[in-house]
């Protein structure tokens, strides 16, 4: 699927959630900042055109090194599971790029299937489950979880499969975490052919839905006082994660504090710390380059674009005569 189009419509509805929510809770959430709305666009406006230059340009495909090594670099703020597919990916696509047989891919897939299952079976049987109860979701080992995302995204990247897709997104609603369910399903929605899109919407859709309302279930029955309902609590989450946006985005104007969010394995315990609080606090995807980089941080929003365009240009890296699950 055209991945300019996903990121946009997924961009304009985050926005609009926000917006929307800032509005109902403003009494909560603070006064609206248009500076911060500027950037917003203007970020966006920044990743789109990354993403239609190489229309007139074609860049080296080498480039992809480059946004590996920074993956590298940037995935330490996921901690060890992070860095771990980070190699994994750049070490892969060394040994693709070189000349390798089915065999090889064959192999490294059904490692990667391994490794989609053993971490969430693991946090299971040492009893973070949390869908059962909610209070473990805050366990260190909900890592497994979003590691088990990961390579099921990675998975689906290489080759996509909708038992694999499943798997994922039903380890996604025992973790309770909207986050691993999104990376999986947006995974897919890149991937899909157009024959896919159908049959991915009908099944992922609904999966999706599930897993935020795992998540509310698990909000409601951990803060006993929470009184929104469903459809409040999505517009009052997106209004917050945009008004700690808004907070960093007051912070690190014209240029930028230069502390790198980006690198900061406890990033948001530190942003929370800014506000006064010790648990830790979203700030969607234009919090980190406002805080880090000011009006710079735009550079950042171009590289952006540039990758979402390359990445329509890689094939998948497991060959079709190979015959995975």
């Not at 609206?32 to 789109?48: D, H």
């Not at 080992?141 to 995204?153: D, N, T, V």
């Amino acid at each position: 699927m055209d991945s300019g189009r996903i990121f946009a419509l997924f961009l304009a509805t985050y926005l609009s959630l926000a917006l929307l929510g800032k509005f109902i809770f403003r009494g909560y959430l603070g006064e609206f900042s248009s500076g911060a709305f500027f950037y917003a666009l203007t970020f966006s406006l920044a990743v789109f055109s990354g993403y239609s230059i190489e229309n007139r340009f074609n860049l080296p495909f080498e480039r992809a090194y480059v946004y590996l090594i920074l993956g590298i670099i940037a995935s330490s703020a996921a901690g060890i599971f992070g860095v771990l597919v980070a190699l994994i990916v750049l070490l892969g696509g060394v040994h693709v790029l070189r000349g390798s047989t089915g065999r090889y891919h064959k192999h490294a897939y059904y490692v990667g299937i391994a490794l989609l299952v053993i971490p969430p079976l693991l946090a299971m049987w040492k009893g973070v489950i949390p869908i059962l109860n909610p209070q473990t979701r805050y366990s260190n080992l909900k890592e497994l979880y979003i590691a088990s995302a990961l390579f099921a995204s990675l998975l689906i990247a290489y080759r996509p499969s909708l038992i694999v897709f499943l798997v994922g997104e039903v380890f996604a609603v025992i973790s309770t975490s909207r986050t691993n369910a999104l990376m999986i399903f947006l995974a897919y929605l890149f991937r899909a052919e157009k024959k896919e899109l159908k049959r991915l919407l009908v099944v992922g859709i609904p999966l999706v839905a599930l897993a935020f309302l795992a998540r509310f279930y698990a909000t409601k029955s951990v803060y006993p006082i929470w009184k929104l309902g469903f459809v409040q609590s999505l517009l009052y989450r997106a209004g917050f994660s945009y008004m700690v946006y808004e907070k960093l985005f007051s912070l690190g104007m014209p240029f930028g504090k230069f502390e790198l969010l980006l690198l900061n394995p406890s990033a948001r315990e530190y942003v929370a710390a800014l506000f006064g609080k010790v648990n830790n606090y979203t700030y969607t995807i234009f919090g980190q380059p406002a805080y880090d980089f000011g009006i710079f941080g735009l550079f950042e929003a171009f590289l952006v674009g540039l990758a979402l365009k390359d990445s329509e240009k890689m094939p998948t890296l497991v060959p079709t005569t190979c015959e995975v699950v």
